[in-house]
């Protein structure tokens, strides 16, 4: 079972940042928090992942709570590309290995 | 990046007919593959984890004599859905993990079965 909670949908407009809650109360100290996105009938695409320390790359920041109870993605700037369902995904170790347990998501609609 | 294929895209098939799936990993190889499979409006579930080599695990409740996985090689894994029923009409996604220790999977583009 997936151990995170995201809303179900959420709507942000064209070009202001989108910021996607996830609740993980329940994580561990070897869990790493993983962020996937899926496009309407395509496979999931990965974002990024992190364990205690905010990250950031090309298409997203993480921000995790100091008590890793939760966290945040932010897309800076969200274009219309960006409609998607977002996947906050909580997994033992760093290794691709193991597998990744999706929940429902939450469906991001960015609106012109 | 790392990519993944599967083939094909699409298949129509009729009941009680098997079908075969494709999954590759175009730039790299992976020790483990993982399927999914996800139904409308839904989110993906994890079927089974495949890897090189060694026989697949399943999830429970997947019956593996009716999902055949092979991965005889690290770029290849294949799903072959035996005897197929319109219920076994779903979206079908492949995921690879890059064998060097990244944290990511790459997944491919899904293949959309419907059993007629």
């Known amino acids: 079972d997936a151990k995170t909670t995201q809303p179900t949908s959420m709507d942000c407009a064209e070009g202001r940042a989108a910021n996607l809650p996830c609740n993980h109360s329940t994580i561990s100290g070897n869990e790493y928090v993983y962020w996937y996105r899926q496009i309407h009938s395509q496979g999931p695409q990965y974002i990024i992942h992190g364990l205690k320390n905010n990250e950031t790359n090309e298409m997203a920041s993480l921000i995790i709570t100091e008590d890793r109870k939760s966290s945040t993605l932010i897309l800076p700037h969200a274009t219309l590309r960006d409609t998607a369902v977002y996947y906050c995904?909580?997994?033992?170790?760093?290794?691709?290995?193991?597998?990744?347990?999706f929940g429902k998501g939450t469906r991001l609609s960015v609106i012109a | 990046g790392a990519v993944v294929s599967q083939h094909p895209s699409w298949v129509i098939c009729k009941s009680g007919t098997s079908v075969k799936i494709e999954c590759r990993s175009l730039?790299?190889?992976?020790?483990?593959m993982f399927w999914y499979r996800q139904f409308p409006k839904q989110s993906l579930m994890l079927m089974a984890t495949s890897n090189e080599g060694s026989k697949a695990t399943y999830e429970q409740g997947v019956e593996k004599d009716k999902f055949l996985i092979n991965h005889a090689s690290l770029t290849l894994s294949t799903l072959t859905v035996t005897s197929a029923h319109p219920e076994d009409s779903s979206f079908y996604i492949c995921s690879a993990a890059v064998l060097a220790g990244f944290n990511e999977q790459y997944f491919g583009p899904g293949t959309r079965l419907t059993v007629t």
């Open positions: 995904i909580v997994r033992v170790g760093s290794s691709g290995n193991t597998p990744l347990v």
């Open positions: 730039d790299f190889q992976a020790t483990t």
